[in-house]
C-alpha cells in the first residue's frame, strides 16, 4: 500500500550471509510488522513493534533480528542462523482503532534467495 | 502459531457463482480483518468486523462476524475472474499480534 517502502524487491543471498531488508513508512502509524510468506502458504509474524525503541518476538523470530530507532524504520536482519531464509518477506504497519483494533497495511515485499 | 483457521484452502468457482470461505477461532476475538492477495501482490485491506453478528457487504462481498465472535465469513456473489486471488482473515485476541489464517486460494474457470 502507498506509503511503505520494502526494498530490496528482489535479493539474492549466498547461504551464511546475513542480510537486512529495509521497511520505512510514511504514514505516521505507531505500530510495525514483519510476516513471512512462503508459496502457497500463510503470513507468519516474525516481530512486531508497538512502539519506538521496544519490539516483541512473533511466531516466528529465531533466525532473525529487527531495531526500531525511528518510528518510520524498521529494518529486519535475517542472519545465517535462519535455516530456510527463502521466502517472501511482508512489511507492514498498523492503525490503531482503539485497544486492541488495529488495522494493518502492507508493503510490496520483498523476494529474498539464497542460494 | 496460527490461532485462526480457514477453510476451504482453495476454492475453484465457475464464473458468475456464489462461494463462501470461513475462518474459525477457537477464542473469542476482539476484532477480525480480511485481506486479499492477489496472485504476486501483497495482501490489501477489505474490511474489518469488530461486533458480534456484524455484516457488512462491499459491492458483491459480504462479511460476517459470528454472534460468539468465534469466527466469520466471506461471501462472494456472481464471481469475476477479478475476484482471483487468496483472501485471509487475520485476528487479535489478547495481544497486539495480528494472527493470519493461512487462507483461501479463489481460481475461477470462464
Known amino acids: 500500500d502507498g506509503g511503505i517502502t520494502q526494498s530490496p524487491k528482489y535479493l539474492f543471498r549466498k547461504e551464511g550471509q546475513n542480510v537486512t531488508l529495509s521497511c520505512e513508512q510514511n504514514l505516521n502509524h505507531d505500530a510495525m510488522y514483519w510476516y513471512r510468506q512462503d508459496p502457497g502458504q500463510g503470513l507468519r509474524l516474525i516481530y512486531y513493534?508497538?512502539?519506538?525503541?521496544?519490539?516483541q518476538k512473533g511466531d516466528i523470530a529465531e533466525g532473525y533480528s529487527v531495531s526500531r530507532e525511528k518510528k518510520e524504520s524498521f529494518p529486519l536482519t535475517v542472519t545465517s542462523a535462519q535455516k530456510n531464509p527463502t521466502a517472501f518477506y511482508l512489511c507492514a504497519s498498523g492503525i490503531s482503532w482503539g485497544g486492541l483494533r488495529r488495522t494493518i497495511y502492507f508493503g510490496e515485499g520483498s523476494w529474498l534467495t539464497v542460494v | 502459531g496460527q490461532q485462526v483457521m480457514q477453510i476451504p484452502q482453495y476454492q475453484h468457482v465457475q464464473e458468475g457463482e456464489d462461494f463462501t470461505t470461513y475462518c474459525n477461532s477457537s477464542t473469542t476475538l476482539s476484532n477480525i480483518q480480511w485481506y486479499k492477495q492477489r496472485p504476486g501482490g501483497h495482501p490489501v485491506f477489505l474490511i474489518q468486523l469488530v461486533k458480534s453478528g456484524e455484516v457488512k457487504k462491499q459491492k458483491r462481498l459480504t462479511f460476517q462476524f459470528g454472534e460468539a465472535k468465534k469466527n466469520s465469513s466471506l461471501h462472494i456473489t456472481a464471481t469475476q475472474t477479478t475476484d482471483v486471488g487468496t483472501y485471509f482473515c487475520a485476528a487479535s485476541h489478547n495481544d497486539y499480534k495480528l494472527s493470519f489464517g493461512a487462507g483461501t486460494t479463489v481460481t475461477v474457470r470462464a
Open positions: 513493534s508497538q512502539i519506538v525503541n521496544d519490539f
